[in-house]
């Protein structure tokens, strides 16, 4: 028994810093200038799956499409508790926008198998689009729930979710699977426990073992690949050759959208009028905005 | 090359019975795109009894409302909304498609986007028609979508050049509201809803909605603060400001996060973009991400004690000093001229 969730979680660029240096010519990130850190909303999604399963019992997998780095945050959410992770990642994956996104990691969650949630932040704090998380569930055919705050209860294979609406909320029921994205402060995400921090941090995705192999020319990849999943240590890999693919639907090929243009945002360097802090100052100034008819 | 149809679409969202704000003030820019175009505006309302509605668009400069009316579509929900739009959208493939960036608007747009797998951009802040070459290709009357991505940092002008229907979402309250002088004389063109299996699976079980009594958009003048009044005491010297000059309060994000001031009343990038008379900003630093909601106001008054604060950067009258003393002599100076 139990409720197994899909969680989709993406590595950002700590978006606090940033710098014209940042974006390349053809209007990409350049991420390898910016930390890279676990998007906020996409923990506390991952906690929220944690606390089905914590309630109900069943499974937690998260998944990312990503540079091969993007494995960093998969590991985060094996300390948290997540059962498996999947890295989704290949070059032809690069550049995508969300169309792109949603269809390769739609393509991917049907490879994983059969699911009752996908939990998703609402939005990643680079592109802030909030689209990925709905245009997965079109793709997959299945119902969403965006801006979710709560999930009121789950029976019968049904649920009931608070969700955020303009001026409100309101409370709607869902048959499962369904796609929930989530709102920042639904939930407050759990501190890394010690012994799974002691035990994952040396999961590893293909790629990091294809570099051990690379290093020492005693190992084998298909030795060590099944020397880690017996040891839980496997952060299972998916490129594209895993998956039945159209090409054309992928990375930047499968992306409509093109950044034309960046521009980071600078002070106009507005020339403002200085106004001594005392009554005659203030007294002409508000004479100006009388004359300009904003008072009186 | 892609061949377009000239049609600009404005999906109209409903408030209490009436048009959101953000669904008229995308007719008003969207009015604009199709002269330059050379297309029609067409206004998209899904709901029951809508008919009011739909016509309130014409004010706006719709040339035709498409309106599916039914029992079902009376309140919005995500996969009846959707699956209408989606089916609409994919019938006439119009040239441009545009949303509010309300939570609605992002709820709607991705489903429609990705099903008739076209480009969706997001929370664009700006809109324009323009011709443009990009890797060496030379691309007639692209919708160029301007927004701000990277929490603030970056305004990126981003292009759909391979695709017929250009889709994008806009942030509410930077566009103007232009209602005509005379309506336009538009028609209604009925879209028959047949019911269709996957559209009932989630059911609204509650629904409380306040609708917004404060309606800081509309406001001539704004007196805001942030955290730089320090406590909640000191925060009601701005509201004695505002209720001396007759303004409403608002506040930055850290205002409303130390509770001087509720959420309703946030400008900014997260909260309301406003463009008043006058905007007075206290005690408040100026990042980006609050500039974002101000920045186009009539005439700036920056009162910071920091004079290197960046809010003085697009402020056109800097007043350098303690709030907690420039307030009362503010309010005592006005009081005096204008008794
Ligand atoms: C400046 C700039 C502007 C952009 N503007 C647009 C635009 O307007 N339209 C557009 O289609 N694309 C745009 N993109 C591309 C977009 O940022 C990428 O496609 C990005 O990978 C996903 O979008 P997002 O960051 O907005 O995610 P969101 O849609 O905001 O993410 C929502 C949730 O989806 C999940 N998710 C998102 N990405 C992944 C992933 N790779 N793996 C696993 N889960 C994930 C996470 O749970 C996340 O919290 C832009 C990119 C840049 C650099
Ligand atoms: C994704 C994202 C979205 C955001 N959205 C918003 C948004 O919508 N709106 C928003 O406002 N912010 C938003 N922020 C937060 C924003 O970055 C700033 O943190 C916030 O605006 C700071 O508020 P503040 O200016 O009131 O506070 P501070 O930055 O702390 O500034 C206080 C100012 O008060 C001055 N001061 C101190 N004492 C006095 C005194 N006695 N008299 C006069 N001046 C004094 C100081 O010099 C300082 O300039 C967002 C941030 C992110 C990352």
Known sequence: ?296 | MVTRNNDVWVFIEQRGGKPADVSLELLSKGRKLAQQLNGRLKAIVIGFNAESIAKETFRYGASEVLLADHKELEHYRTMTYSRVLSELVDKYRPGVVLFGATITGRDLAPRIASFIKSGLTADCTDLQISDVKYLRNEYKNLLLQIRPAFGGNIIATIISPEVDVQMATVREGVMRLEPLEIPVNGKITLVPYQPSTLDSVIKIIEQHRQENKVNLKSAPIIVAGGYGLGTKENFKLVQELAATIGGEVAGSRAAVDAGFVTPDRQVGQTGVTVRPKLYIAIGISGAIQHRAGMQESNKIIAINSDPEAPIFGVAHYGIVGDAAQIIPTFINVFKQKLR
Not at chain 1, 33 to 59: C, K
Not at chain 1, 84 to 106: E, N, P, Q
Not at chain 1, 228 to 255: F, P
């Open chain 1, 1 to 296: 028994m139990g409720y197994k969730s899909i969680v989709l979680v993406k590595q950002v660029p700590d978006t606090a810093n940033i710098s014209g240096q940042v974006m390349k010519e053809d209007g990409t990130v350049n991420r390898s200038l910016l930390p890279a850190i676990f998007n906020h909303e996409d923990r506390v999604a991952l906690e929220m799956a944690l606390q089905i399963q914590d309630n109900h019992g069943g499974n937690v997998s998260v998944i990312t499409m990503g540079p091969p780095r993007a494995s960093d945050v998969l590991r985060e959410c094996l300390f948290m508790g997540a059962d498996d992770a999947y890295l989704i990642s290949d070059r032809k994956f690069a550049g995508a926008d969300t169309l792109a996104t949603s269809y390769v990691l739609s393509e991917a969650i049907k490879k994983i198998g059969s699911f009752d949630f996908i939990f998703a932040g609402r939005q990643a704090i680079d592109g802030d689009t909030a689209q990925v998380g709905p245009q997965t569930a079109e793709k997959l055919g299945i119902p969403q729930i965006t801006y979710a705050q709560e999930i009121v209860s789950i029976n019968n294979n049904k649920v009931l979710i608070k969700k955020k609406i303009e001026g409100g909320y309101e409370i709607l029921e869902s048959p499962l699977p369904v796609l929930v994205t989530v709102l920042k402060d639904a939930v407050f995400p759990r501190p890394y426990k010690a012994k799974r921090v002691m035990a994952y941090k040396n999961a590893k995705t293909l790629m990091e073992l294809e570099k051990l192999t690379e290093d020492n020319s005693l190992l084998y990849i298909d030795q060590l690949k099944y020397e880690y999943m017996s040891k839980h240590l496997y952060i299972n890999t998916i490129t594209m050759d895993d998956l039945k693919l159209d090409v054309e639907r992928c990375g930047v090929a499968g992306s409509p959208t093109k950044v034309h243009k960046i521009e980071s945002v600078v002070l106009t360097g507005n020339k403002h009028e200085h106004i001594e802090p005392n009554k005659i100052g203030i007294g002409t100034l508000i004479d100006k905005l009388m004359e300009d008819h904003i008072f009186g």
